[in-house]
Each structure stands twice: as C-alpha cells, then as structure tokens.
C-alpha cells in the first residue's frame, strides 16, 4: 500500500486518481500508524513551506517522515512543495523544514540580465537528465514537465540532483539519494512522462 501523505494540503486526489489509473492501491492518510506501516511513502501537494511544517508538526507527522519514513529506508516520494521541504530551509517565510536532506531552498531571480522574471514559474519546461536513475526509466531526456513554484531546492550534494531544468537559474529538479526521491515538478500533471515517472517510484525496489 502506497500511504499519500495528508497535511492538509491541496492536489492530493490528483495523485491518488494518478496511482489508482496505474493500478497501485493507495490512502490519503494523516494518521502516523498508516504511514509507518506502507510500503511506500509520497508527500505531495501545492503550498507554502511555512504552512506546510506547520501542518506536519501539528499532526505529528514531521518525525514520523524523518524516522520511519527516511531513515528507515522506505521508499520515499516528494512532490513540488515536498521536495522542498525535504531540505533544511526556505527563504520562503524563513521556514526550518525536515532536515531529511542537506540543502535550501531559495527563491528564482526578480530578473535576469536586466529582464524581468515572472515568479511564479507556472507551465512546461524541460528536464535534463544528469545521470541514469530507475526513477526516469522508458522517458526520454528532456522530456517536458510541468511546474509551479517560486522557490527551487539547492541540495548540499549536487550529486544526488538526478535532472536539472532552466528557469532564470539552471535548478535542480529532481534528488535521489538512497530511498528519498523528490521532483520539483508535478508528476500528477505532467502527462504520459509523470506517470511513467510514478509508476517507475511505485516499482522498483520491489
């Protein structure tokens, strides 16, 4: 059972749909003991970072993803805002997030070269593929994706950045590091290629 994690966020049906279109069985649970007890963990959603801790403090789920998500090695998802607040912290409203993985989150440039940059970024881009990854297996390299974010992640490791994009800065859009995986963009609106991307989550390791 794949446990979606519920902080009262939006866009968490969407992925369900997703998952159950693929197949998979899944829950939208905010309740700790479903989470511990999935095979695989996804947290999801659309929001910001501050509310965000705040809701998995509040519902005690901050530690549960830290512990028995995490470090004990399950199979770990994050989507838009949860790859962000995988890091240590967001500039977006000076947020201390999970600390799963070392790193910040930072917000795009007003401008570049002198033009201005429409934050948020919303729609398509394309995603390059650093490095070979189960996660991107059967999708071509820049193929397209699509994003809504202000803020991007700046991982300590660059290593564990698995595929970039291009938004005023080249950003990181997408982590593996172990069990943790995490895209900057929305897999559960993102096509064919995200639910690729889903499945490929749902799979391996298996």
């Known amino acids: ?5 519920d902080y009262r ?10 998952l159950e279109h693929l197949g998979h069985r899944c829950e939208i649970t905010d309740r700790p003991e479903r989470i511990r007890a999935a095979d695989r963990v996804i947290l999801p959603g659309v929001g910001a970072a501050g509310a965000t801790m705040e809701n998995l403090n509040a519902l005690g789920l901050a530690e549960v993803l830290r512990n028995d998500v995490a470090r004990a090695g399950k199979p770990f998802l994050g989507i838009c805002i949860g790859i962000q607040v995988l890091l240590d912290r967001s500039q977006e409203d000076n947020t201390e997030c999970l600390g799963i993985i070392r790193g910040d989150v930072r917000r795009y440039p007003a401008a570049v070269d002198g033009r201005p940059l429409k934050v948020p970024q919303i729609g398509w881009n394309r995603v390059h593929q650093m ?25 300590a490791n660059a290593e564990i ?22 895209t900057q963009f929305h897999l559960e609106k993102s096509g064919a290629a995200g639910l690729r991307l889903l499945d490929n989550f749902c799979r391996f390791g298996a």
């Open 131 to 155: 490095r070979s990854h189960p996660l991107f297996a059967g999708v071509p390299d820049l193929a397209h994706f699509y994003f809504v974010n202000s803020y991007y992640p700046v991982p």
């Open 161 to 182: 950045a698995i595929a970039t994009s291009d938004y005023g800065v080249t950003f990181t859009a997408a982590i593996a590091d172990g069990n943790v995986i995490a």
């Open 1 to 5: 059972m794949i446990a979606i994690v």
């Open 9 to 18: 966020a939006g866009n968490l049906t969407s992925v369900a749909r997703a």
